[in-house]
């Protein structure tokens, strides 16, 4: 919305700076956190008074969850959701459709965790949504996105799947790119919900992961810095980089409230969108392999709990103590704070692999 500030910038000054990506970008970040820290204690006092009972435990969790946890109200995620989609709606152009893709996923994500919160808080108990019809409605989001990132991007990467660092090979998936789009959108969101399992442990990661992708769509958006680092052009996605600094505002404003011992979750309402956010920047700025490594975390946390459902069907034994994984190194003995802490420590270091596929010539 600022950004049309510009036409007076000719004759105001100081109009000027509303230009560049990187001013409003830092602006978005400061008004999304400024948003979080002073409608975060009035949006858990509202949602205390109306969850009694707060986000239902899952009986068959940690045995110090249903001590610890109990009482903590769900449905956090909706001071990130309003968080960055205020920020964005001042701070980016709207005549972007590429923010459009995004902020669209991230919203009707958000939708789907919060029908589910919903129903969990509703009935008391941890069954909320089927999971059927959530994956539904998430894969009509998904393929929507893929059609729509599809026909925005260049002529010559319409379809096309980029591989890190060689720049040359493009796979030429053509339609396929839809259903593959939309894959990784729906396992994104899907795998942030499933790390979302203690205080603290989803955010950062989330923040960490959004935030390369963010340095690399402000790299992907700008012809001079893809020819420096042997990327491919993709005209317009610089501006997503301040949806990031959006989200990452949020993400702190939230996680203030969010570090342990937690005033509030994330719930679904955050966790699936978030991870819908993350895999729609990565599709439409051509990084979808990228985001596998950046999100390392949450891919590890996915393929605990499928390694432990196939196993555990085939022999009748475990592999891990519990999954999905992080709840394996609590049973070990691993305090809270040291396995949530140790993930931020791995998201950094992954974060910066990520990076480094940025290669210079």
């Not at 995004?102 to 008391?124: M, Q, R, W």
């Not at 317009?236 to 937690?262: K, T």
């Not at 309402?269 to 390392?296: N, R």
Request: charged share 15%; aromatic share 12%; glycine share 12%.
């Amino acid at each position: 919305m600022f950004f049309w500030l510009t036409e007076f910038a000719d004759t105001v000054p100081g109009f000027n700076l509303f230009r560049y990506i990187t001013f409003r970008a830092g602006a978005a970040f400061l008004t999304a956190l400024v948003f979080g820290f002073i409608f975060g204690r009035p949006l858990i006092n509202m949602l205390r008074r109306r969850q009694t009972n707060g986000q239902p435990i899952r009986e068959d969790g940690p045995e110090s969850h249903l001590l610890t946890k109990t009482g903590t109200p769900t449905m956090g995620g909706l001071l990130i959701l309003s968080a960055l989609t205020l920020s964005t709606l001042l701070w980016a152009r709207l005549d972007n459709g590429y923010v459009w893709i995004v902020l669209l996923v991230t919203v009707g994500f958000g939708l789907i965790g919060f029908a589910d919160d919903l129903a969990k808080v509703s009935k008391g108990n941890v069954k909320g949504v089927p999971g059927r019809v959530r994956l539904a409605m998430g894969a009509v989001i998904g393929v929507a996105a893929g059609v729509a990132a599809l026909y925005l991007h260049p002529s010559e990467l319409q379809g096309q799947l980029a591989v890190p660092v060689f720049k040359e090979v493009l796979v030429n998936m053509g339609w396929f790119f839809v259903p593959f789009a939309a894959f990784v959108i729906l396992g994104a969101a899907n795998a942030v919900n499933l790390t979302d399992g203690l205080d603290g442990l989803a955010i950062m990661p989330v923040m960490i992961a959004a935030g390369t992708l963010g340095v690399i769509a402000y790299a992907v958006g700008r012809v001079d810095f893809t020819s420096y680092l042997d990327v491919h052009y993709v005209p317009g996605v610089g501006e997503l980089l301040i949806f990031v600094a959006a989200l990452c505002g949020g993400g702190l404003g939230f996680l203030w409230y969010n570090a342990p011992p937690a005033a509030v979750f994330m719930g679904d309402t955050g966790s699936l969108a978030l991870g819908g956010a993350l895999g729609a920047i990565a599709v439409v700025i051509k990084h979808e392999i990228v985001l596998a490594i950046v999100g390392g975390i949450f891919v590890v946390e996915t393929l605990s709990v499928i390694i432990q459902v196939l196993y555990f069907k085939r022999t009748g034994k475990r592999v891990f103590l519990m999954a999905p994984i992080h709840h394996h190194f609590e049973k070990k003995g691993w305090a809270e704070p040291q396995i949530v802490i140790r993930f931020w420590i791995i998201a950094l270091v992954l974060a910066l692999i990520g990076l480094a596929t940025l290669k210079i010539r």
